[in-house]
């Protein structure tokens, strides 16, 4: 088979979760001929920069616009409305792409992002043979009715309850799995957590928490830091300031009370992990998903209004995650978790919801759908 992987450039877990399926079809099914794309390749250099910068301005600076954009368009009967206007917008600003796509001839297109839908929303309209058989992987908890579309033969979903809310809306029943959001193969195997802890010069005798800037390096790092200095409970810190420079040079030429090691962007974030027994971050759907398949607990600050705050109920209510509004809270309620059984409580909390291997069931899924008989809608 051929399959064409596709994704956009917004925020970085749509392209995490591309390189996973992607790593785990080429193990799974090496005879097939794969490749990925992110949709702003093929766009002028001034469109790429605007669409890839716009989410990353959007949810830092002003995250209540956000909201009620993101609340506004979660309207099955309003994107209905409005399918056949997105699929042609779509369609005529991502005029390069449709060429690519009618040269490589996919059997199957995986989308990670919503955008790809569109196009292929158009595509179908308008008569494109053969077509694609076409799967909508959904990168967080909570499935945004953008996500949806006719064109879609097969849904992956985080959860039961993601399907749930997929079905809810229309969606078939069998055409929708609950396979887990796909995360790097390296997350499938705890590595060995003494010798991380010996390369990065960490202590066997205390306690790790991990605090997560994104790939961007947004949100208030280095607040969360100052306030770190107010707990009493003794601790190291690992601090990852992804691609945010100016934070790290920051960060690393302050004092801190405790043991801190700051970071930039890392390729080891399977070992970060491993050897933390606390996460603080936001709580996109890939980081969670990783936390989760290494049975790490998390530590949610400030989620972004939308899908993180989805992500952060669906983490609160199964015992996985804690969450604090405002940073100045973090010291009180660090010093409760610290040293107590509940920390335990939800770090086993987590490696029950965990689905490490989410990538790999996501290739057999598509597998079965595409060759069984009658299996399209």
Not at 86 to 106: G, I, M, Q, Y
Not at 160 to 186: F, K, M, N
Not at 189 to 208: C, E, F, N, Q
Not at 253 to 273: A, I, K
Request: charged share 20%.
């Amino acid at each position: 088979m051929r399959i064409l992987i596709t994704t956009v450039t917004a925020g970085a877990g749509h392209l995490q979760a591309a390189a996973a399926l992607e790593e785990a079809w080429k193990s799974n099914r090496p005879d097939d001929t794969t490749e990925t794309v992110d949709l702003l390749d093929f766009v002028p250099r001034l469109q790429r920069k605007l669409h890839a910068d716009a989410y990353v301005r959007l949810v830092a600076h002003a995250p209540e616009l956000y909201s009620m954009v993101f609340n506004r368009t979660d309207n099955p009967n309003l994107v209905r409305k409005l399918t056949r206007f997105r699929h042609s917008l779509a369609h005529h600003t991502n005029r390069r792409f449709v060429n690519h796509l009618r040269k490589f001839k996919p059997d199957v297109v995986v989308c990670t992002h919503y955008l790809p839908v569109e196009v292929l929303g158009y595509l179908k309209s308008h008569g494109l043979d053969p077509f694609p058989f076409v799967v909508c992987v959904v990168t967080d908890f909570e499935a945004h009715t953008l996500w949806m579309d006719p064109v879609v033969d097969l849904y992956c979903a985080a959860a039961a309850e993601t399907c749930s809310s997929l079905t809810a809306r229309g969606a078939a029943e069998s055409h929708v799995a609950a396979t887990g959001i796909p995360i790097a193969s390296r997350f499938s195997v705890a590595p060995d957590p003494s010798a991380i802890r010996r390369h990065l010069g960490l202590r066997d005798d205390l306690p790790t928490l991990l605090v997560l800037g994104g790939g961007f390096g947004l949100g208030p790092v280095g607040e969360i830091l100052k306030s770190l200095d107010l707990v009493r409970h003794s601790f190291q810190t690992l601090v990852v300031c992804g691609r945010n420079q100016e934070l790290r040079a920051t960060l690393a030429t302050s004092d801190f009370v405790h043991p801190t090691r700051v970071l930039g962007f890392v390729s080891n974030m399977h070992e970060l992990m491993a050897v933390s027994d606390l996460i603080l971050t936001k709580p996109g759907g890939l980081t969670s998903s990783e936390a989760l398949a290494l049975g790490k607990p998390l530590f949610i600050l400030n989620p972004i209004p939308g899908q993180e705050a989805a992500n952060s109920d669906f983490l609160l209510e199964r015992g996985a995650a804690i969450k604090v509004n405002r940073v100045a809270d973090l010291p009180f309620r660090l010093e409760k978790l610290l040293g107590s059984p509940k920390l335990a409580e939800m770090a086993a909390a987590a490696k029950a919801l965990g689905r490490p291997n989410a990538a790999s069931r996501i290739v057999d899924e598509i597998t079965r759908h595409v060759t069984e008989p009658g299996s399209r809608p």
